[in-house]
Structures are given as structure tokens and as C-alpha cells.
């Protein structure tokens, strides 16, 4: 009887406990320069862009096209998709959306990066 409790301990802690190692997708090239897309009109007043981006497919890239997106709530913005090149390759690190309060001060070089300011990070995603 005690094995089973502690089986089904050891399986709910398995499942609750997130994890902790991440699956990092590599690609040997640099990703091709962003592209110019005209935006057009916005949908509403609190819609704002999403730039396109080029997103891993296999050992290339393929462009994924940028649209207008309303925050998903108040104080909301956007932080860009980019890639940071490492010893293994080009990275993307994936865009989302964020909090104006990000950190309460911390982090403040994301948070700068969000708002169009370029750090030289992104390796051929540029600000307009």
C-alpha cells in the first residue's frame, strides 16, 4: 500500500513540476533580410502591427506575414520575433505579448527592444 502512495506521488510530482530542459531548434544559416509589407488600413483604433517574420521550417525559412492584432488586454504591447545567433546556429525567439510593467523595471532591455528600440540583437530583423 505504501509503494502505490508513493508511485502516485512520484507521477503527480512528475506532472506538476514544469520542466525544466527546453527543446532549442537550430538553423546553420542567418535568416533572409525581413521583407517589406505594405500594412494597410487597421481593423480599429487599438489594433497594432505584427511584423512578418521568417520562421524555421526545417533547415530553411519560411515568411510567415505580418497583420494587425488588438492586444489581448489593457497595457499590452507587443515583443518582436528574433533571432540570436550561438556557437550552434540562428535561434528565433519567438514574438508574444507582454506587460507595460514588465518586471517592475526589470528587464528593461526587452522591454526597450518592444518598443523599437534596436540593441543590435536581431540579426537582420529591422524597426520600422
Known sequence: MKLKWICGLL???AITVPSLAQISI?????????RYEQRGYAPGPSYIWVEG?????????RWVAGRWE????EG??????????YQQGWQ?????????DHGNGHGDDHHDEAHG???????????R
Not at 517574420?53 to 525559412?61: L, R, T, V
Not at 488588438?70 to 488586454?73: F, I, V
Not at 499590452?76 to 545567433?85: F, K, L
Open 92 to 100: 528565433l525567439h519567438e514574438g508574444h505579448w507582454d506587460h507595460e
Open 11 to 13: 507521477l503527480l510530482t
Open 26 to 34: 537550430y538553423i546553420g544559416s542567418a535568416p533572409p533580410p525581413v
Open 117 to 127: 528600440h534596436d540593441h543590435g540583437d536581431d540579426h537582420g530583423d529591422n524597426h
Open 70 to 73: 488588438e492586444p489581448p488586454y
Open 53 to 61: 517574420y521568417w520562421a524555421p521550417q526545417g533547415h530553411h525559412y
Open 76 to 85: 499590452a504591447y507587443w515583443s518582436h520575433p528574433h533571432y540570436d545567433h
